[in-house]
T-cell receptor
Framework: KAGVTQTPRYLIKTRGQQVTLSCSPI?????VSWYQQTPGQGLQFLFE???????NKGNFPGRFSGRQFSNSRSEMNVSTLELGDSALYLC????????????FGPGTRLTVT | KNQVEQSPQSLIILEGKNCTLQ??????????LRWYKQDTGRGPVSLTI?????NTKSNGRYTATLDADTKQSSLHITASQLSDSASYIC????????????FGTGTRLTVIP
């Protein structure tokens, strides 16, 4: 069974631009969660989608948004990029809500210049 | 305040030696605790998951213990190998609530020959 895939793996953007990241979960997994990981803050929860609905949301500004499609694939969008948005963005999929038994993708390394 | 603290922040050991990583948490009500291994530039991979009633769980050379009374967990690595060099992240899950995952900032383990 294929693992969680994320595209692109690396991305360089300029401050003020917007970016869309994609995540394809493991087949049969309906929950997709997104995380931001930085050296100083560690892993921080962004949001969780289950059956195309956002179920949980972390403490991030409204510039961070996401959606989930009927095939469980998910996208995350960040508008008006700031230098501080430079991070590794990870998505994780699970058969259940709430982060139980999550499988992580390799991440997208976003650099904002 | 729900928090997860890991120690030490970093650790260097010789190949073949054992080591123990610590995780203390104040998360309540507790649901489960997970240890993840994250190689540089990769997504975290689950090592163990323990619920309230479990006090030890093994995965090969990795053994996790949990003391739910003192809210402490440890990850013991036996006969370390160079491939064990990675960050180890402790994640504690709340029983209920919208944002129910709490992450430690990780222990960076380096195994040297």
């Amino acid at each position: 069974k294929a693992g969680v895939t994320q595209t692109p793996r690396y991305l360089i953007k300029t401050r003020g631009q917007q970016v869309t990241l994609s995540c394809s979960p493991i087949s049969g997994h309906r929950s997709v969660s997104w995380y931001q990981q930085t050296p100083g803050q560690g892993l921080q929860f962004l949001f969780e989608y289950f059956s195309e609905t956002q179920r949980n949301k972390g403490n991030f500004p409204g510039r961070f948004s996401g959606r989930q499609f009927s095939n469980s694939r998910s996208e995350m969008n960040v508008s008006t990029l700031e230098l501080g948005d430079s991070a590794l963005y990870l998505c994780a999929s699970s058969t259940r809500r709430g982060g139980y038994e999550q499988y992580f993708g390799p991440g997208t390394r976003l650099t904002v210049t | 305040k729900n928090q997860v603290e890991q120690s030490p922040q970093s650790l260097i050991i010789l190949e073949g030696k054992n080591c123990t990583l610590q995780c203390n948490y104040t998360v309540s009500p507790f649901s489960n605790l997970r240890w993840y291994k994250q190689d540089t530039g990769r997504g975290p991979v689950s090592l163990t998951i323990m619920t309230f009633s479990e006090n030890t769980k093994s995965n090969g050379r990795y053994t996790a213990t949990l003391d739910a009374d003192t809210k402490q967990s440890s990850l013991h690595i036996t006969a370390s190998q160079l491939s064990d060099s990675a960050s180890y992240i402790c994640v504690v899950s709340l029983l209920t609530g919208a944002n129910n995952l709490f992450f430690g900032t990780g222990t960076r383990l380096t195994v040297i020959p």
